[in-house]
């Protein structure tokens, strides 16, 4: 309960910081955007947490490509699958949050902002069509943008793995 007595770890220069904060802005305002003149829904509350992850710690097996898509695709089909086969109530969302964090360690895809799809299709009983719009192409699109982004602007290469 003591903790171990480590440090916190090293802060950021301010142009990283500066630039993690763009590319977010870039990848947030340019799904909000999308989403009012399309009319199509791409951004989830979830989609933040993945660009603080992806923008700030690429490094990060939580933050490569596979891991981003598929976490999302897959926190988004267990709310769907549970939304569709279970009574809502308390514990469906567990169980469907549950199942997802099960699923991304079998296969390898955990992407923890990725765990409130499930909670997040409950809150808005969508159709099965969450899991192309906004869930995939949301997502998609965030990798796109980390893509140019850390390519163009860092020495290391990005993504560190695809599959």
Not at 5 to 25: D, H, K, M, N, Y
Not at 137 to 156: K, M
Request: charged share 10%.
């Amino acid at each position: 309960m003591r903790g171990d007595g480590g440090s916190p770890p090293p802060r950021s220069s301010l142009s990283v910081i500066v630039a993690t904060v763009l590319a977010a802005v870039i990848v947030i305002g340019g799904l909000s955007y999308l989403t009012r003149e399309l009319e199509v829904m791409l951004l989830l509350g979830s989609f933040a947490a993945s660009a603080l992850l992806v923008f700030a710690y690429p490094d990060s097996p939580f933050c490569q490509p596979r891991n981003v898509i598929i976490g999302h695709l897959i926190g988004a089909l267990a709310g769907l699958f549970f939304l569709q086969f279970c009574h809502v109530s308390w514990w469906c969302d567990a169980l469907a949050v549950g199942a997802a964090i099960g699923v991304m360690k079998l296969t390898r895809t955990v992407h923890p902002p990725a765990c409130s799809n499930p909670l997040i299709v409950f809150a808005l009983k969508p159709g099965w069509t969450f899991l192309l719009f906004p869930t995939l192409t949301g997502a998609v699109l965030i990798v796109l943008v980390a893509l140019f982004y850390h390519n163009l602007r860092r020495e290391a290469r990005w993504p560190k793995y695809w599959l």
